[in-house]
């Protein structure tokens, strides 16, 4: 019997080298793998594998040396563990995030939660090419947004509350972007500086800020064959319902105007940025 | 605010991050429950960043000002022992 590659593949397993050897890329979401997982994950590199596992540059966990007559087999064991194979191939592939506001002190927004979110709502769905989410809590980046065909960058949209400030200063220098100053003792915010980084939020020591935590999604970021950065066209989006919105608009987009094997960037590039814009801008506004 | 009674003070510009912090916080550990420290520190990244630390340990920021130097200080209350 001939082996269906693609099937395999879309199924998590990637040919190898060695004949009839897969390395069987596993379902991970934002990043997070529990113990229980990783004892069976374990427990499958010892038995079916050599032994050893490989972590993706996508968060993602692969089992290498997985023999052809040990599939069905190696995924009921996994299975058991909680553990169901990944995808590759023209669908949406692992969501990954940061660890977000959850455990990190420099998070704006929930990470994890999202990216359950959007694997639930979007996991290898059958696209034109492949589709990634990223998921970064702040401007710090670590989980390189931009690199994403759709990227969201978690952020805070800060107003000074007078009531509640001492005016020691520390917000001022808290800023990276110039974006606040101290006059007569008030803090006035320069709004076309600010990049929502909520470094003023977190430093003050009396929190005299009210604060919306919000998304800044980039699209068409590439880092492969062509390297491009995501380009944020919506403004700070402060609704997550609006969120989703967007992000089902950006995937339908992707949908209706791909050519076969073409990335995002080049379809948004080929049908034009402005036909882009105006759909996805339509999406925001009636969300 | 000029009458902040000073009850110790640390000089942490001859370190840089993350040993800015570290020597904020020992610092503090010597202090008792509600006395000040006076944290001088460099501009950049230690003034971006020492008061949150600070902060999220718990502890009460009184002030930050600029000295004629260029260097800051920062004023903090010891919040619990």
Redesign the interface.
Known sequence: MAVDYASLKKGGFMRQKQKNNFSLRLRVVGGNVTAEQLAVIADVAKKYGDGHVHLTSRQSVEIPFVKLDDISEVKAALAEGGVEPGVCGPRVRTVTACQGSEIC?SGCIDTYSLAKELDDRYFARELPHKFKFGITGCQNNCLKAEENDLGIKGGIRVAWREADC?N???CV??C?NGALTQEDGKIVLDESKCNFCG?CF????TEAWDTVHGYIVSFGGLFGNSISTGETILPFIDDHDKLMAVCDAAISFFNDNANPSERFRFTIDRVGADKFREYILDAYNNA | MGDIKIDDKVDITDVVCPTTFVKAKIALEELDDGQILRIRMNDGEPVQNVPRSIKEEGHKILKLTENADGTYDLLVQKVGD
Do not use: F, Q
């Open positions: 002190p001492i020691c200063g520390v220098k808290a990276r470094r977190k430093s003050c020591p």
